[in-house]
């Protein structure tokens, strides 16, 4: 009987997801100092567009050239004007549209803006030059005198943002999804998890505004609706937008509040919501793989539990709202833990973000009959550190040994465009 993961999935926009397997969001590293995509990037796409996946989702596209996360996202440039007058910059992204979504995978573009997350040397902002946030709050990564100096360091102190900041940034999120839907993707996924900047805004511990935009939890939300509702009024009925949001960070003491917020973004009418977790404070997005296991060895119900991250989180919003399409992202390696999570009811996606940077056609693994379910994927080996950054670590700057895994997977994508072998961790 075929797995419930070949099952096809409508958003309500009425685009198509042909199968639940969906490739992740991770970071390319591959848009060089231009920040456009490059053929290394476009063949990368190309090459999971060929996998076998039910959706594709990009890496980072920054909607703001002068705050990157790292110094080889792409971006928006300039203000995006239409697809006569840019159309130059509408060739160079419907190549990579075409690449990605040529054998009739649906690719959707993660758009951000990190916010205070922007490190110094990323952008054009300039190196001594502020992040904008919500507050002026800094990130500080541990509260030793050198986990503040290497915070300071990395990350710059924050400005509050104005009002002509909010428009400023709302007007470039609706650009670049107006980008990219003359570009031909099938939609947009805003953003909103792992500590970037509409995840700033809607957490009570980065956002201590007094304004229109917190306070409370729906003004928390006012800035995130308010680019939905905008993108919505410029693109068509059957673009998808869909957004990402944090569970990890939320306490008990926020949790209401959070579920509020997911309310009103089902009122404003997204198409799906991912489910994801950490930030560069508390990288909870990077957990660790299990050991291996002898492959005749069985697994608990517990254990496929665990396969995903975020799993209780998901269960409780789809009790909550449970015509959402959820998407469940973070620990997924086999066949039967992706299973696990749909017979628990608690996502209608499965999203996969290391395993394909190392096999681009994993769908055709997973949805192998003649695997057993628990063989059906890939396990993966942890990832080494150089010793300076398990030193680094051991001063206890947590987002070390995130950005070491981050790299080696960025790595194994620039191998996917370069027609390299890829090498698993702990096994190659």
């Not at 904008?132 to 986990?147: F, K, W, Y």
């Not at 031909?184 to 304004?211: C, S, V």
């Amino acid at each position: 009987m075929p797995s419930q993961l070949t099952d096809p999935v409508k958003l309500p926009c009425g685009l198509v997801f042909p199968n639940r397997l969906v490739k992740a969001a991770m970071a390319e590293m591959l848009a060089g100092w231009s920040n456009t995509p490059t053929p290394d990037l476009i063949e990368a796409y190309n090459q999971w567009g060929q996998g076998g996946w039910g959706s594709i989702l990009t890496g980072n596209m920054q909607v703001d050239i002068n705050h990157l996360g790292t110094p080889f996202d792409t971006s928006l440039s300039h203000p995006y004007v239409d697809a006569q007058h840019d159309a130059a910059l509408v060739e160079t992204w419907s190549r990579f549209a075409r690449a990605a979504q040529q054998h009739g995978t649906p690719a959707v573009v993660q758009l951000c803006h990190p916010g205070r997350q922007s490190f110094r040397v990323a952008g054009k902002r300039g190196l001594f030059a502020p992040t904008i946030a919500p507050s002026a709050i800094p990130l500080e990564m541990g509260d030793s005198c050198i986990q503040r100096f290497v915070s300071w360091m990395t990350f710059p102190v924050p400005r509050e943002m104005s009002q002509a900041d909010i428009d400023n940034v709302t007007a470039r999120f609706v650009d670049a999804a107006r980008l990219m839907a003359d570009s031909g993707f099938g939609g947009i996924e805003l953003h909103g998890a792992h500590g970037y900047l509409l995840d700033q805004f809607l957490n009570p511990k980065t956002n201590h505004r007094t304004d229109a935009y917190g306070g409370t939890p729906a003004k928390r939300a006012k800035f995130v609706l308010d680019i939905i509702a905008q993108i919505r009024a410029v693109v068509p009925p059957s673009f998808c937008v869909g957004i990402k949001l944090n569970s990890a960070d939320h306490d008990s003491a926020s949790f209401e509040d959070t579920m509020m917020q997911i309310g009103l973004l089902v009122d404003a009418g997204i198409d799906f919501l991912e489910v994801s977790g950490g930030s560069y404070q508390d990288p909870q997005m990077l957990g660790s793989d299990p050991t291996p296991n002898s492959q005749s060895e069985s697994k608990s119900k517990s254990t496929l539990s665990r396969e995903a991250f975020f799993l209780d989180f998901a269960q409780q919003t789809r009790s909550r709202y449970p015509s959402l399409t959820l998407m469940l992202t973070g620990g997924f390696r086999t066949r039967a833990g992706a299973e696990a999570a749909l017979a628990q009811n608690a996502c209608d996606l499965i999203g996969i973000g290391r395993p394909a940077a190392v096999a681009p056609d994993l769908p055709g693994r997973i949805l192998d009959e003649s695997l057993d379910a628990h063989e059906a994927g890939l396990v993966l080996g942890k990832v080494q550190a150089p010793l300076v950054m398990r030193v680094i670590k051991w001063l206890g700057i947590k987002s070390v040994g995130a950005g070491v895994e981050s790299a080696y997977y960025s790595g194994q994508i620039g191998r996917i465009a370069k027609g390299l072998k890829t090498v698993v961790p702990g096994f190659g």
